[in-house]
């Protein structure tokens, strides 16, 4: 039988933010429960935006939040490689296929074919009043595709865009679900035509709904990027790993009866999709907090002096060798204590 694979494809454009890693926790943890393979891949084709060194920093907060994979840029693996913008030859040779084939041309405007110099490509849709697409928490999905504009596939200046790299890599990688946030549900049409005119068999497609903050209101980018609910953010406020990985876990999955802490073999026992809300969650700063105050009170003394020591540093300055005073203190502030900062 043929092992499940999920992949994780994060852009180097931004900050590492609990929406996607919350993404990337529920991939590992069904790839996980499911004795499948996690896939990270990184997609950086729009050069305009990659931020230097944010790839590198987004591995850096899987490791951090206790998840690990089986393929990567890091680790190299069969279906590499693992950069996007290195892959460019095979989204082109599938470009050409559909042009070939009649499903695609070239036109500035929706519609309109024209000659290949300085024109996008085009993916040519059927005119189909009833498309349906499945997807895993939504059910059946039905849309009149006459609506929708023929979508870019090569931009004029002949690189490939989004929808059609990333379907053609997940093709290639043999990726078996796609499990990404409800924010690309309008593209899910668009993505499974392409994967029936090309002839291939569909994943099973997974649209989670989004993480909002603690009001109900949507998180702006702002939100996610600079503010509080950045993984850097958490870290700096000290949060626990364990903590974070075990809050997130519950932003849109239900244990077993009434449990609330879970621990990664416990994932691996309980963690299905019939069990994923198909509901969007609200980020409760409280409910972390009594998650990370679990997880505090179960290290030794010696532990949460050492974690909470450079905490203390960073607000008062250096202190002393030895610091004979860190034990008395931690014994002081212990009871209350819900995070390192």
Known sequence: M???????????????????????????????????DLIIRIEDTDTARNQPGAAE?????????????????????????????????????????????????????????????????????????????????????????????????????????????????????AISHVVRGDDWLPWLPIHAYLYRVLGWPEPVWVHLPLVRGQDGQKLSKRDLTTGPYTVAALRAAGYLPK????????????????????????????FRLERLSRSPSRFDWDKLAWVNRHYLGKLAESELIELVRPYLEYAYGEIPAGGAFLPQLVRTIRPGLDKLA
């Open 2 to 36: 043929t092992r499940p694979r999920f992949r994780f494809p994060p852009s180097p454009t931004g900050t590492p933010h609990i929406g996607n890693m919350r993404t990337a926790l529920f991939n590992w943890a069904l790839s996980r429960a499911l004795k499948g």
């Open 57 to 173: 920093q987004m591995l850096a907060d899987l490791a951090w939040l206790g998840l690990d994979w089986d393929e990567g840029p890091d680790i190299g693996g069969e279906y590499g490689p693992y950069w996007q913008s290195q892959r460019q030859e095979r989204h082109l040779a599938v470009a050409e296929q559909l042009l070939v084939a009649g499903h695609a041309y070239y036109g500035a405007e929706p519609g309109q074919a024209g000659e290949p110099a300085g024109q996008p490509l085009r993916l040519r849709l059927p005119a189909d009043k009833q498309f349906r697409v499945v997807d895993a928490l939504h059910g059946e999905i039905v849309v009149d595709l006459t609506l929708r504009e023929d979508p870019v596939l090569i931009r004029s200046d002949g690189r490939p865009v989004y929808h059609l790299a990333t379907m053609v890599d997940d093709y290639e990688m």
């Open 243 to 270: 903590a974070v990985f075990n809050y997130l876990l519950l932003l849109g999955w239900s244990p077993d009866g009434e449990q609330e802490i879970v621990d990664k073999w416990e994932v691996r026992q309980q």
